[in-house]
């Protein structure tokens, strides 16, 4: 079946606009997650959904980042006044449930470059 | 979530079994064991996962010593395909959201 699609794959943008970033998980996939990628640098975490609601945004590294996912299906990233630090590649994963026991399925990412 | 410790790097012939070893001796009762890999420019790929008991499916196989204070993925017989970085995560069982924690992980090189 389908996997997990984000789109679009590369985005190039100027200082300061802002960007949205699109994440189509899995079909029944309850728990959706983000997480960044810089450059050499492993995973980092930035926001959880379990259906609609987010009960883990304690990645979000500020507030010109926010999220949001309707229908628990599709989740957007919105990166508002992006910086040079903000290039990286943004990665979503799906799982099933939240649970621990379940593991996460990951898109192929969004490489943003801020310039 | 226990930390994970991973060799650096490994080298592999092609064909044959790479074997990756994962050091988590802080990990707790209800902890499992999972492990991904991340091949060049593409997201994570999921390849097992295990809680007490060795674990086996069409990519790999996952070995626990008994104490689950460390564990090995063992690729049977690797290919030049298999090159990337393998990553070791402990992840408790209990509770929701969960995320993934990724350490510095094992770059495997496999070659011919």
């Known amino acids: 079946g389908a996997g997990v699609s984000q789109s679009p794959s590369n985005k190039v943008t100027e200082k300061g606009k802002d960007v949205e970033l699109r994440c189509d998980p899995i079909?029944?996939?309850?728990?959706l997650y983000w997480y960044r990628q810089r450059l050499g640098q492993g995973l980092e975490f930035l926001i959880y959904?379990?259906?609609?609601?987010?009960?883990?945004k304690s990645g979000l590294p500020s507030d010109r980042f926010s999220a949001e996912r309707t229908g628990e299906s599709v989740s957007t990233l919105t990166i508002q006044r992006t910086q040079q630090e903000d290039s990286a590649v943004y990665l979503c994963?799906?799982?099933?449930?939240?649970?621990?026991?379940?593991?996460?399925?990951f898109g192929p990412g969004t490489r943003l470059t801020v310039t | 979530d226990a930390k994970t410790t991973q060799p650096p790097s490994m080298d592999c012939a092609e064909g044959r079994a790479a074997n990756l070893p994962c050091n988590h001796s802080?990990?707790?009762?209800?902890?499992?064991v999972y492990w991904y890999r991340q091949i060049h420019s593409q997201g994570p790929q999921y390849i097992i996962h295990?809680?007490?008991n060795n674990e086996t499916n069409e990519m790999a196989s996952l070995i626990i010593t008994e104490d689950r204070k460390s564990s090995t993925l063992i690729l049977p017989h690797a290919t030049l395909r298999d090159t990337a970085v393998y990553y070791c995560?402990?992840?408790?069982?209990?509770?929701?959201?969960?995320?993934?924690?990724f350490g510095a992980g094992t770059i495997l090189r496999v070659k011919s």
């Open positions: 994963a799906s799982s099933l449930e939240g649970g621990g026991a379940y593991e996460q399925y």
């Open positions: 079909s029944g996939h309850t728990a």
């Open positions: 959904f379990q259906g609609n609601s987010a009960p883990d």
């Open positions: 802080t990990i707790s009762g209800n902890e499992y």
């Open positions: 295990g809680l007490k």
């Open positions: 995560i402990v992840r408790v069982a209990r509770g929701y959201g969960n995320k993934l924690v």
